[in-house]
């Protein structure tokens, strides 16, 4: 198995050379489907590079770096992180409402940000370091 | 953290809320006695991979952002009322002087004067337009810095230390304005890394630029 990290968490994928996986997996980890015109997310279609697609497998790497998007594995290749592009961050940083995230609070209740709708919160951040 | 407290016990019935994010790669132990001292009642998250950071483009801590009930930023990431004072004190006594701390907590009040004076009546929001010029642009640079972070972070769980401090390297090499990833780092390599001489040395660089961006709200004074 091998650990891919992208924004919606981190997962256990079957992956063959690289970063092949299903197209299923691929759904279920970077939210894009395969589709005839290329891999799909909303109403944004993307055409495949050339050898990325075969029997229903796709070369996730190959098409992270075909969106200009940070792609890197460990040294040993059972761990990938596929982060968003800078062009993504900047168009979520400024949408319409302020980027979401979920993040466990100290007893490790789930808490969404969006969740509180309807006040004015201060989002502050600190560390002991 | 205790002032964030006493505000929000005095603002709670007004719909507002502080959620405050630990960006604390050793996870929730170590933010725990933190947060237990401050007895917090509004939320206390912990964010190992400092996302919220890296969603909001924040260099350093403490750093806010102000969203308001329909979910707009109204303020993006700025110092959360911290000033340049430390520079200036005694670094083998850890001692300020009296009127700098006077200032210091002068400039602090005036930030939260601000949060009041937002809470209550709306002051201090930002109309749309100066939102939008005053947000952070995240460069390729910051984009990849953050994946060779959340890949430091893994490799570090998985007991790859010496990996993963070349990841954290690689991202403070990208990203050189996150003081949020250099001192997490250091303090991860040696609890207390994240003050050390090497820090002061770093600070000392910055000449006259600031380490803690002052707040445009009314009444900060900057150090």
Redesign the interface.
């Known amino acids: 198995m091998t ?1 891919v ?1 992208s924004e919606s968490g ?1 997962f256990e994928v079957h992956t063959g050379h690289g970063l092949w996986m299903s197209a299923s997996e691929c759904e279920r980890v970077t939210g894009w489907t395969a589709k005839p015109q290329g891999m799909c997310k909303a109403d944004e279609c993307v055409p495949l590079p050339a050898g990325s697609t075969r029997d229903g497998q796709v070369d996730v790497a190959a098409f992270w770096r075909w969106r ?8 040993a290749g059972d ?1 990938w ?1 596929l ?4 062009q993504t ?2 168009q ?3 949408g ?4 979401d ?1 979920t ?4 007893a ?1 209740t789930p ?1 969404t ?2 969740s ?14 | 953290m205790p002032v964030w407290q006493s505000l929000y016990d005095e603002l709670k019935g007004s719909g507002f809320m502080v959620v405050s994010v630990a960006q604390e790669a050793r996870g929730c132990e170590h933010a725990r006695p933190f947060i237990e001292q401050a007895k917090a009642g509004y939320w206390t998250l912990i964010d190992a991979e400092h996302r919220v950071s890296a969603l909001y483009g924040m260099v350093n801590v403490p750093q806010a952002v102000w969203i308001n009930e329909a979910g707009h930023i109204v303020r993006p990431a700025e110092t959360a009322g911290s000033t340049d004072h430390f520079r200036r004190m005694d670094r083998k006594t850890r001692t300020h002087t009296p009127e700098a701390l006077v200032a210091r907590k002068a400039a602090q009040d005036a930030y939260l004067n601000a949060v009041r004076a937002w809470v209550r009546e709306g002051a201090n929001a930002l109309d749309e337009a100066s939102v939008t010029s005053r947000q952070p642009r995240i460069s390729e640079e910051m984009a990849q810095a953050q994946a060779h972070f959340r890949l430091a972070h893994w490799l570090r769980g998985a007991g790859r230390d010496a990996e993963a401090a070349r990841h954290f390297a690689e991202a403070s090499r990208l990203y050189p304005e996150s003081w949020s990833f250099w001192r997490q780092a250091a303090d991860l390599e040696q609890i207390g890394g994240a003050v050390s001489e090497k820090y002061w040395a770093r600070v000392d660089a910055l000449g006259d630029r600031p380490y803690y961006p002052p707040p445009d709200v009314p009444g900060f004074k900057p150090a």
């Open positions: 650990t990290i981190s200009s998007a940070p792609v890197l594995s460990s040294d761990a992180v982060g968003e592009s800078a961050r900047n979520i940083l400024l319409e409402t302020a980027p995230f993040l466990p609070d100290v490790g808490r940000l969006s509180l709708r309807g006040n004015k919160v201060v989002l502050v951040t600190w560390a002991s370091w």
